[in-house]
């Protein structure tokens, strides 16, 4: 086994309403950052995840993130998977 470290960014869907985006995006312009537009507010997920392979630890993260991580109606998600160091076991 392998120790993973997973990444899990969570996005709401474009044409999805974002109120906390919206009022980012208004307070940065609010306080002089021009040229902001479409800000989108998320969360990010991190986790160790012991797996036999690369692609077994990326495929148990994305069924994490369809079942829980993430609402597959409303928002999307990206999985980042790497080795830690030392992670042989």
Not at 16 to 26: F, H
């Amino acid at each position: 086994m392998t120790e993973y470290e997973i990444e899990v960014r969570v996005t709401p869907r474009r044409g999805i309403l974002d109120p906390q985006g919206k009022a980012v995006g208004g307070a940065l312009q609010a306080l002089g950052f021009e040229g902001v537009s479409e800000a989108r507010v998320g969360r990010l997920v991190t986790f160790h995840l012991a797996a036999e392979s690369d692609d077994d630890a990326r495929s148990r993260a994305d069924a994490m993130c369809r079942q829980l991580l993430a609402n597959p109606v409303t928002e999307d998600f990206a999985v980042t998977v790497a080795a830690t160091a030392g992670a042989a076991r």
